[in-house]
C-alpha cells in the first residue's frame, strides 16, 4: 500500500498510520474489523475539514473494513425547528461523499449497536463515548482517535499497535467504591467526576448493573477526562486488563457529585435533553413510556436525539412524540449542532452533554435523572 498499489491516496493514508506507529515507537500494525469515522459534523470541521474529505474522495478510494459514520451538524430528518439548519448543504456534500466511498450512513455515536464488537477485537474508533464503551462493556480494543485517522484505517484496514491494543496498557490503578447513594440516575454525574479526577485506569465497584447508566457514565469520564478504559466490576470481561499489585482506593458518594446535579425545577425557559449518546430503541421506548399521557408545561421543551436508522425503524414513534410538542432529532445532537434558541436552562441526564453545553456553547446546565427531567418538564399524569 506504502509502495502505491493501491493507488495515491491508499498510499498517502498508510503513510499516516505507519508515521503515527514510528512517532509512538510501535514498530508494528494492525488489522481492524471496524471504523468508525468521527470528525462528521461539517459544524465541527468547517471548510478545511470538508477540503481533506474531498481530497480523499476524489481519489477514488473506499472502504476496505465495515466503516460506520458518526452524527452530522444538522437533523437529517428535516424537521426540526431547534436545530440549525443552515449548513445543511455543507453537511449534504460530506455525506454523499462518504456514502460514495462506502461508508454505511448510521451518523450516530453507538455504533456498536450497528455491530457488537467481539472480545479482544482491534477497532479504529473515533468518538470518545463509543470507545470508551468498546474497550470497557465489550473488551475489545481501540484508542482514541481523531477522524483523519479513522478515515486512515477504513481506507487501509489498519491501525498502529499501540495505546489500547496493548495488554500493558490496560491497567488498572484506582479502585473506586461507590456509596449505596449514588443513584443509576445520575451517572451522568459521577462519569463527570471520574473523568475530572482520575488520570489513570479506574475501576468502579458497587456500580448498579444497568446499561443506559453505564453509557451515560462512561460517555462523561470519556468527555471530562481522556479515558479510553474504565472498568466496570463484573461488568468488563475479564483478562481484557489487569489490577496493579498496590492500588489505590478511593470512595464517592452522593456529595461528591451534588454540585453537579440539580434538586429543584429551574425556572424560565427550561430545555431537557435526553439522548447522549444517541438513544438505542430500548432506551428510546422507555422515554416515551414515561411521557404517555402527559403534557409539557408552558416555557418548557424535550429534546430527544437519536441514530438516523430511526426514521426509518421508528417513524410511528417519532411522530407520536412530535405530536407532544418533543423534538426528536435524528443523525445529530445539540453538542455537534447549533440550537436556534438559547434556553435559559438545559438540563440533561448527560454528563457529556452537560459538559459541552456548558462550556462550548455557553448553555447554563444541570444533570438530574431522566425521571426528575420528565416530571420538571411534564404536567402530571
Ligand atoms: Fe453523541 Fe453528540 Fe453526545 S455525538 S455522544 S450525542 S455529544
Known amino acids: 500500500m506504502l509502495l502505491g498499489e493501491k493507488g495515491y491516496v491508499v498510499a498517502k493514508m498508510m503513510e499516516l498510520i ?20 468521527s470528525g462528521v459534523s461539517y459544524s465541527n470541521i468547517g471548510e478545511h475539514g ?48 462518504f456514502e460514495e466511498m462506502g461508508f454505511q450512513p448510521t451518523y450516530s455515536c453507538i455504533p456498536y ?34 477522524g483523519p485517522l479513522t478515515l486512515a484505517s477504513s481506507l487501509t484496514g489498519f491501525t498502529y499497535y499501540y495505546g489500547m491494543h496493548l495488554d500493558e496498557n490496560r491497567v488498572v490503578e484506582t479502585i473506586i467504591e461507590l456509596g449505596e447513594d449514588v443513584e443509576p440516575g445520575l451517572y451522568g454525574a459521577l462519569g463527570y467526576w471520574v473523568g475530572e479526577n482520575i488520570n489513570n485506569v479506574p475501576m468502579l465497584r458497587n456500580v448498579a448493573l444497568d446499561y443506559p447508566s453505564i453509557k451515560i457514565l462512561l460517555a462523561a469520564a470519556a468527555a471530562t477526562g ?34 453537579l446535579t440539580v434538586r429543584e425545577s429551574p425556572e424560565g425557559y427550561v430545555l431537557g435533553y435526553v439522548g447522549c449518546p444517541h438513544l438505542d430503541p430500548l432506551e428510546f421506548n422507555l422515554i416515551i413510556e414515561r411521557i404517555k399521557g402527559r403534557r409539557l408545561k408552558p ?76 416530571n420538571s418538564l411534564f404536567e402530571k399524569r
Request: proline share 3%; glycine share 8%.
Open 299 to 374: 416555557n418548557c421543551r424535550l429534546l430527544v436525539s437519536v441514530p438516523y436508522l430511526f426514521l426509518s425503524t421508528h417513524g410511528r414513534e417519532i411522530e407520536f412524540l412530535r405530536r407532544r410538542g418533543v423534538e426528536v432529532v435524528v443523525g445529530t445532537c445539540p453538542i455537534v449542532s447549533r440550537l436556534t434558541e438559547k434556553p435559559d436552562f438545559l438540563l440533561t441526564n448527560s454528563g457529556k452533554a452537560f459538559f459541552y453545553m456548558k462550556n462550548i456553547h455557553g448553555v447554563e446546565a444541570g444533570i438530574a435523572s431522566i425521571d426528575f427531567i420528565v
Open 226 to 259: 481522556n479515558h479510553a478504559l474504565v472498568v466496570i466490576e463484573n461488568l468488563t470481561p475479564q483478562g481484557t486488563y489487569r489490577v496493579l499489585d498496590r492500588v489505590e482506593k478511593i470512595r464517592i458518594d452522593s456529595k461528591e457529585i451534588e454540585h
Open 18 to 37: 505507519v508515521k503515527i506507529c514510528e512517532a509512538y515507537g510501535c514498530g508494528k500494525l494492525v488489522k481492524v474489523n471496524h471504523v468508525h469515522v
Open 113 to 146: 449497536f450497528f455491530r457488537k464488537p467481539s472480545l479482544d477485537e482491534h477497532l479504529s474508533w473515533g468518538e470518545s463515548s463509543a470507545v470508551i464503551y468498546a474497550n470497557s462493556i465489550y473488551g475489545a480494543r481501540t484508542n482514541r482517535e481523531g
Open 50 to 97: 470538508l477540503e481533506f474529505i474531498a481530497d480523499t474522495h476524489r481519489g477514488g478510494a473506499k472502504a476496505s473494513v465495515f466503516t460506520t459514520t458518526n452524527p452530522t451538524c444538522v437533523d437529517l430528518s428535516g424537521k426540526s425547528k431547534l436545530i440549525d439548519s443552515t449548513f445543511t448543504g455543507r453537511q449534504m456534500v460530506i455525506n454523499r461523499m
